[in-house]
């Protein structure tokens, strides 16, 4: 899948619509996120059933200020609608791959359980 560029309007219904999003925050200025972007790509290629999604933190403030962006490029993983890896800076290759094989095999019952047993 190619990666697609995300906006406010399409957050909620692109997240519910699809088991793992990996979002890229960034910004056309960083450097370092125009470092990642190559590395993003190849792994948006690299897995096909997963959603790759940039978010440019200039042109959607709100959602980079809902995920409590401090730093760019930050990326954050999305699991059945659950934030579950977050990461500031640039993720190499071999690190963002292995980052997916783990949310893949991640128990999602068992961390539901866990936020619900937090959170009360």
């Known amino acids: 899948m190619s990666v697609v560029h995300l906006s406010a309007d399409q957050f909620a219904d692109t997240i519910a619509d699809n088991d793992t999003v990996v979002l890229d925050f960034w910004a056309e200025w960083c450097g370092p996120c125009r470092a990642f972007a190559p590395i993003f790509e190849a792994a948006?290629?690299?897995?096909?059933?997963?959603?790759?999604?940039?978010?440019?933190?200039?042109?959607?403030?709100?959602?980079?200020?809902?995920?409590?962006?401090?730093?760019?490029?930050?990326?954050?993983?999305?699991?059945?609608?659950?934030?579950?890896?977050?990461h500031s800076g640039v993720l190499p290759k071999d690190?963002?791959?292995?980052?997916?094989?783990?949310?893949?095999?991640?128990?999602?019952?068992?961390?539901?359980a866990e936020l619900a047993r937090t959170s009360s």
């Open 44 to 86: 948006a290629a690299a897995h096909p059933d997963v959603v790759f999604a940039k978010v440019d933190t200039e042109a959607e403030p709100e959602l980079a200020a809902a995920f409590q962006i401090r730093s760019i490029p930050t990326v954050v993983v999305v699991r059945d609608s659950i934030a579950v890896f977050r």
């Open 95 to 112: 690190a963002l791959d292995d980052v997916l094989e783990q949310v893949s095999a991640l128990d999602m019952e068992a961390v539901g």
